[in-house]
């Protein structure tokens, strides 16, 4: 239950609602934006989505290190929040690709500077017996706000009578919530500060962080790889007829799915252990993609849309939880940001092939591709799981 875990966590479960909600509703109308107004390409859609993704994923690497170099999150979250609300104005002025990509890469840096010391944060304030249940309750926040957002975008759409820059101004609001609510409500746990020697980011400890940070690291890579942006879901459900003013739905309906998973998983991950949720989550989003790529008709798109979202739940909040178990206290910012270095540049490459296949082959290829792709790490975790029980180290 929320009340058992401290205010602190609740209170980032907040600040990320509020800033994905912003996020959200320029997310939502950004890829038919790009593609029906501005003239952008199915890889120029895939450029913007993997650069600013990985780009935000990379500086993870070095804003974990430096909270745990300094021994203090809250300024980095700070730093992080700030940036991502100044650059929500850019979006609505951007009248180009290239603006939009800038805007892009600008508000994914701020998400970065925030990610691995928050991720870190939580782990700081909670027990390791409730570590699952305390990724779980900020996902489902957060995922709340991306549920918030495509409806709210759908709303203004309506009202401003389809005028997208507008809808992308009216982020703004929610964006400088996310920063108050930091401001005011979060604070690091007593004895935070300064460490007793300045934590290196050298081959030494590297070598603490231990085998388990390197699993986490190599599945949440591979499932990175193999998931594409949300943006190609919004494109295929516009390839079956769903509308511009309506195109937020899909993010509606995968986040719905996702809020509504990850809390619950992430409790029951403290119970039952977390690889055997992360296998279901692989095996849920290969039949995601397979929905995707030959469902025809709305319907069976957003069920695809849906098992998206599942897998989204199952595998999230579980992986934060393996590498905060892994990590010891003095390097859990570093292990954070190293994770999401690895995982971001799986992300680069995924949504770069996920853009060259949509431009050459089409929809089907490429959600063919990505499930081709989460098979085979499936198939390699199931032996991998098989080894380990038969010769337990």
């Known amino acids: 239950m929320p009340s058992r875990l401290p205010a602190g966590v609740v209170a980032l479960g907040i600040v990320s609602l509020f800033m994905d909600m912003s996020s959200e509703m320029i997310h939502a109308l950004l890829p038919l ?44 979250l700070v730093l992080g929040y700030g940036l991502s609300a100044a650059t929500k104005p850019l979006f609505a002025l951007a009248g180009v690709p290239a603006l939009v990509l800038g805007a892009r890469v600008a508000d994914r840096v701020g998400k970065g500077i925030r990610g691995a010391p928050r991720d870190a944060l939580i782990a700081d304030m909670v027990p390791p017996e409730r570590r699952g249940a305390a990724y779980g309750l900020r996902q489902s926040l957060d995922t709340i706000g991306a549920v918030a957002g495509p409806l709210l975008a759908v709303l203004f759409m309506l009202v401003f009578s ?32 300064s460490p007793p020697a300045p934590v290196r980011l050298n081959r030494e400890n590297l070598r603490l962080l231990g085998p388990g940070v390197w699993v986490a690291i190599l599945i949440g890579s591979a499932l990175t790889l193999a998931r594409i942006s949300e943006a190609f879901m919004i494109l295929r459900a516009s390839e079956v007829g769903l509308s511009l003013a309506y195109a937020p739905f899909v993010l509606v309906v995968m986040n719905v799915v996702y809020a509504a998973t990850a809390w619950p998983v992430g409790t029951l991950s403290d119970r039952v252990g977390k690889t055997r949720l992360l ?15 030959f469902g025809q008709g709305l319907v069976v798109i957003f069920a ?90």
Not at 163 to 181: G, K, Q, T, W
Not at 358 to 369: K, L, P, Q, R
């Open 33 to 76: 934006y790009l593609v029906g107004t501005l003239g952008a390409s199915a890889l120029m859609v895939g450029l913007i989505e993997g650069v600013g993704e990985a780009v935000a994923q990379i500086t993870k690497l070095f804003s974990g290190h430096l909270s745990d170099r300094f021994g203090r999150r809250k300024p980095l």
């Open 162 to 193: 389809g005028n997208v820059p507008l809808v992308f101004a009216a982020a703004i609001v929610p964006a400088v919530m996310a920063v108050a609510v930091l401001l005011i409500f979060v604070r690091e746990p007593p004895g935070q500060g």
């Open 279 to 293: 296998t279901i989550g692989f095996a849920v989003l290969v039949a995601a993609d397979l929905v995707l790529a």
């Open 304 to 393: 695809g849309v849906a098992l998206w979202g599942l897998h989204m739940g199952l595998t999230q909040g579980v992986l934060s939880a393996l590498v905060a178990d892994a990590t010891p206290a003095p390097l859990r910012g570093t292990a954070f940001g190293l994770f999401s270095l690895m995982t971001g540049l799986a992300m680069l490459v995924g949504n770069g092939v996920a853009g060259a296949l949509w431009a050459g082959f089409g929809s089907a290829v490429t959600f063919g591709t990505g499930a081709v792709v989460a098979a085979v790490a499936l198939g390699a975790g199931l032996v991998w799981q098989n080894r380990m029980a038969r010769n337990p180290v």
